[in-house]
């Protein structure tokens, strides 16, 4: 199983971005879905999270800015980020629990991160 994270970018505060992960190779079903970032010098933070019924969860520093959705056909997660601040700016990644069959015990993996530089 693999996690592309893409749509990372430079953008003016104020601006949208638009985060996709696709997962590719053996997968049976993606349960629970969750964005993370990692600034410089810091540690990597929770920021959104989504389960297979869709329902939805926001760390509070972006609550009200950022959605996270999911196309289930299409085995891809979203993050619209709206209102950018510069205190956004990050590597954002992806992390996915994925079962294989319909038997494994269900794994996270993680993608490979996206740079996202909010200028001010």
């Known amino acids: 199983v693999q996690l592309q994270a893409s749509g990372g970018g430079l953008v003016q505060a104020g601006g949208s971005l638009r985060l996709s992960c696709a997962a590719s190779g053996t997968i049976f079903s993606i349960d629970y879905i969750r964005w993370y970032r990692q600034a410089p010098g810091k540690q990597r933070e929770f920021i959104a999270a989504i389960t297979s019924g869709g329902s939805t969860n926001y760390a509070d520093s972006v609550k009200g800015r950022f959605t996270i959705s999911r196309d289930n056909a299409k085995n891809t997660v979203y993050l619209q980020m709206n209102s950018l601040k510069p205190e956004d700016t990050a590597v954002y990644y992806c992390?996915?629990?994925?079962?294989?069959?319909?038997?494994?015990?269900?794994?996270?993996?993680w993608g490979q991160g996206t740079q996202v530089t909010v200028s001010s």
């Open positions: 992390r996915e629990r994925i079962s294989r069959t319909p038997y494994s015990v269900p794994d996270d993996y």
